[in-house]
């Protein structure tokens, strides 16, 4: 029954927890996984643990529907499955910094505008929920009624959303000049003051799993982890 | 016409807890010409977004002819107190410049022969009457900010206040903010202004209030304020005199914070 | 040496040329202050002598411009970047944005040229030296007051090593502190020998720093010469820009027959005071 259970739970101990344990997040990763996976997890226990289709070996029987051990073994596999799949986006998040990611793209080839795409993104958001504060007030001293009906409010949204819209353009035109007036539009790549270092044993690792990911493969095609 | 008052106003904001406003005490009688000068982060752009609602004491109260404005919405306090912001462009929306100064009006409830006469006289006040169907966008940024001004001078507020009205205008704009300001005064209105120009402010106002760290530590006419004993805390919060002042200080003229004071007190020596 | 030969331009899409045969020389050394009303073509001069226009912002462009008496017509923007390097009023949208500290904010410009690193991190110094911002180079440049970060926009300029500043209103949208910061810092690179062209209304700033200047009306140059003979014209309140305040007083004071021997001595004075 647990045969089908060897393959991914090796690679979510080797591609997942080592790596997490070695980068000091483990903690944060288990905590982190298992609140996104819980739902699905649930789900898919209950359902292949009670619905499994040859199921024969009874391990309970509630009322009209039993659980088998066949469909007890399905379900552990898709769950170990699920966590190597969850545990690894959630171990890219904990363990990267951003900054870090997109300096180290660019030293590798990625264009600077993309990097730069990347790093300014962020901030937009928060500027233009700033922008929208101080429009409103402005609109609000004018007698636009934010405290009335709900028809009167639907009203105000031009007022606010206009000047929003209008403004963050205008700024996009501004922060254009001045970038091209700082030479950003040169092609080719530019120069980096730092970027993340990288040590032998981390290029081993990354070695090893690339290695892993292969020989995993391989043995799946092969048949020899079912 | 109403009269203000702000009684130990205390504003501290909910993100990062800076006091803003930190215990002021003021009154603003009908019809004054008040300034009110200090550093960015001195407190007085929060002080006076308490006058019209848009912020609510934390502790205090702010009252509007002896009634508290806690009573009332923002909306209802834009009839009394008008607020004209500094950066035009964070509230210019509408695609000419008569809609955009019928907007605050309109939210007032004025309407037909009353709203356009309301339009015609801010837009004459202002300079912008020939261009009442211009796109506020193909007006340069000055005229912009007078345009501004125009759509709060039209809801004929008994209260007005401006927000750094002298910034980013040049000498043709700040000679028609500083005439909207004299009309408005000779109409009885009260006039409230913050403003960096020490030269706007001695020159067009009766009482200057100096404010720093939230407080207030000035309070008088600009030849108190301006004077000699009063420099050593206008220095305090970088804040310097107008030249007149400095030049009839050393004269022995005494206070004489504008050119025309220092003009006729040289011209009275003989 | 930056000149403006006989220049003309036209904003896309605009019915009438905004600047009209221009012509104007900005020495090696030389502070060049531009006064003039609300859209009499300053910013837009500015923009043509960068070469933003029409480089980045299209339109057309008749006229030369020439740096060094050769023509820039052929080269692409980045390459006009260490030659002239402009600032704008607006000390926020002039941060690129991308930067964590003020150092790497700084560096900005010289990473883009793709110069060799050390050279980056020796004008990076040298630039926070030239504007004394040492003490913010760990500070995030979104958190700074908008004087101390127009500071950092024209310490990010200085780094590309250009041959020539120009500045837009640089304290338009600063309170008295930061204009005090930052008009101090402009005196010192000034005195230093920089060559700016600046533009403000803050005539008083413009007596205290340049060494020339020129008025501009409905895009077209009309007065032009020494700082203290063109402030103290006459006709410029005629093109909009306010007297600076020693020349008001010495106007009224001869309107009003007061002797100019006592406001000489008096502004004489003054000036000892104020300097102190």
């Known amino acids: 029954m647990l045969g089908g259970i060897i393959g991914p739970v090796v690679t979510v101990l080797l591609a997942v927890v080592f790596p997490a344990l070695a980068a000091g997040v483990l903690r944060a990763l288990v905590r982190t996984s298992l609140l996104l996976t819980l739902p699905i997890a649930i789900s898919a226990l209950l359902v292949n643990l009670f619905f499994f289709p040859g199921g024969h070996q009874v391990l309970l029987r509630l009322g009209p529907i039993t659980a088998t051990a066949e469909g007890l073994g399905f379900a552990l596999e898709i769950l170990v499955r699920i966590m190597a799949i969850s545990g690894a986006i959630t171990l890219f998040y904990l363990a990267t910094r951003p900054q870090d990611l997109v300096v180290d793209l660019e030293r590798r080839g990625v264009s600077a505008r993309v990097a730069f795409v990347a790093n300014a993104s962020v901030q937009t958001v928060p500027a233009m929920v700033e922008r929208a504060q101080q429009i409103a007030a402005a609109q609000r001293a004018r007698g636009l009624d934010t405290e009335g009906s709900l028809r009167r409010r639907v009203r105000g949204v031009l007022p606010i959303v206009g000047p929003v819209i209008l403004g963050s353009i205008a700024e996009v035109e501004e922060r254009t000049l001045a970038l091209e007036a700082r030479g950003f539009t040169r092609p080719g790549r530019r120069t980096l003051l730092w970027w993340p270092s990288d040590s032998t044993r981390q290029r081993l690792a990354r070695w090893a799993l690339v290695l892993a990911l292969l020989a995993l493969v391989v043995a799946r095609i092969a048949g020899r982890l079912g | 016409m109403p009269d203000l008052a702000v009684e130990s106003l205390i504003h501290v904001y909910r993100e990062g807890g800076v006091r803003a406003v930190d215990g002021v005490d003021l009154r603003i009688g009908a019809g004054e010409r ?15 977004r308490h006058l019209n609602g848009l912020l609510r004491p934390t502790s205090g109260r702010v009252l509007l002819d002896g009634v508290d404005a806690a009573m009332r919405t923002v909306a209802q306090l834009a009839r009394s107190v008008g607020l004209v912001f500094q950066d035009p462009d964070r509230q210019i929306f509408a695609g000419s410049v008569r809609a955009e100064v019928e907007y605050g009006p309109r939210n007032l409830g004025i309407r037909g022969e009353e709203l356009r006469s309301a339009v015609d006289w801010a837009l004459a006040a202002v300079g912008l009457e020939f261009d009442a169907k211009t796109n506020p966008y193909d007006l340069g940024a000055s005229r912009r900010k007078l345009l501004a001004l125009a759509s709060v001078l039209a809801m004929r507020t008994p209260v007005l206040i401006l927000d750094e009205p002298t910034t980013g205008q040049d000498e043709r704009g700040v000679q028609r903010v500083r005439s909207v300001i004299g009309e408005a005064h000779a109409q009885g209105r009260s006039v409230i202004a913050i403003s960096h120009d020490m030269r706007f402010v001695a020159e067009g106002f009766e009482r200057v209030v100096v404010m720093r760290d939230g407080r207030v530590t000035l309070d008088g006419p600009p030849e108190q304020v301006f004077g000699r004993d009063a420099w050593d805390q206008l220095a305090a919060t970088f804040l310097e005199p107008p030249l007149p002042a400095v030049i009839g200080d050393r004269l022995g003229l005494g206070s004489t914070p504008t050119d025309e004071m220092l003009i006729r007190a040289l011209a009275s020596l003989g | 040496m930056l000149t403006l030969d006989e220049v003309s331009y036209r904003y896309a899409g605009a019915t009438r040329a905004s600047l009209r045969d221009v012509s104007l020389t900005l020495r090696d050394g030389e502070v060049l202050g531009v006064v003039g009303r609300s859209e009499a073509g300053k910013s837009t001069l500015c923009l043509v002598a960068s ?51 003020v150092y790497e904010e700084v560096a900005f410009g010289p990473m883009n040229l793709g110069i060799a690193r050390d050279e980056v991190l020796r004008r990076t110094e040298s630039s926070i030296d030239a504007l004394a911002i040492r003490v913010l180079s760990d500070r995030d440049p979104d958190r700074l007051s908008g004087g101390q970060q127009q500071l950092v926009a ?50 008083d700033l413009l007596a205290g720093v340049c060494d020339r200047v020129l008025a501009l009306d409905e895009g077209r140059l009309t007065l032009e010469g020494p700082a203290g003979s063109i402030l103290a014209d006459p006709t410029l309140h005629a093109l909009g820009v306010a007297e600076p305040s020693p020349v008001r007083l010495r106007r009224l004071a001869n309107e009003a027959r007061i002797p100019s021997r006592a406001i000489e001595l008096a502004l004489g004075r003054a000036a000892n005071v104020t300097d102190a």
Do not use: Y
């Open chain 3, 154 to 203: 024209i310490a990010g300029l200085l780094a590309l090593a250009p041959r020539h500043l120009i500045l837009d209103e640089p304290t338009a949208q600063l309170d008295p502190a930061g204009t005090r910061l930052v008009s101090d810092a402009i005196r010192r690179l000034a005195a230093g020998g920089a060559s700016i062209l600046i533009v403000e209304q803050k005539v």
């Open chain 2, 34 to 48: 008040v300034a009110i000068v200090g550093q960015n982060g001195s407190g007085k752009s929060t002080l006076v």
């Open chain 3, 51 to 101: 070469g933003l226009a029409p480089r980045t912002l299209g339109g057309t462009l008749s006229g030369r411009l020439l740096i060094d008496g050769a023509d820039t017509a052929a080269r692409a923007m980045h390459e006009m970047a260490s030659d002239v390097a402009i600032g704008f009023q607006n000390p926020g949208t002039q941060l690129s944005g991308v930067a964590t500290t």
